[in-house]
């Protein structure tokens, strides 16, 4: 299967209802690398590798988001893969600075 590198921006109620923590379970759930973080718009940033249809159904569960959440729109952008993560995580903002 194809190798394939997401970005994907989610906008709603997706900040402070364990969104972050939701998509790395998921993601590591589904042998995905990349990384989760909150941005300063609101919006939660998702950059993902893996195979191209586990990708899909991991858009499919990014768009359910967690029980708290309201996911209203999402957008994606696919790309080749770089090979540069080791696993899934969480990113948190430097001490000091929301996010």
Not at 20 to 33: C, E, H, I, Q, Y
Not at 47 to 71: C, H, N, S
Request: no cysteine; hydrophobic share 40%; glycine share 10%.
């Amino acid at each position: 299967m194809p190798q394939k590198r997401i970005t994907v921006r989610v906008m709603g109620r997706v900040q402070m209802v364990m969104f972050r923590d939701f998509a790395k379970r998921k993601a590591r759930g589904l042998g995905l690398m990349g990384f989760v973080k909150n941005d300063t718009d609101g919006s939660v940033r998702v950059v993902a590798e893996g195979d191209e249809e586990v990708l899909k159904r991991f858009i499919e569960l990014l768009r359910e988001g967690p029980i708290f959440g309201k996911v209203e729109n999402i957008m994606v952008d696919w790309e080749e893969p770089t090979f540069e993560f080791t696993s899934f995580e969480i990113i948190y903002p430097p001490a000091g600075r929301a996010g």
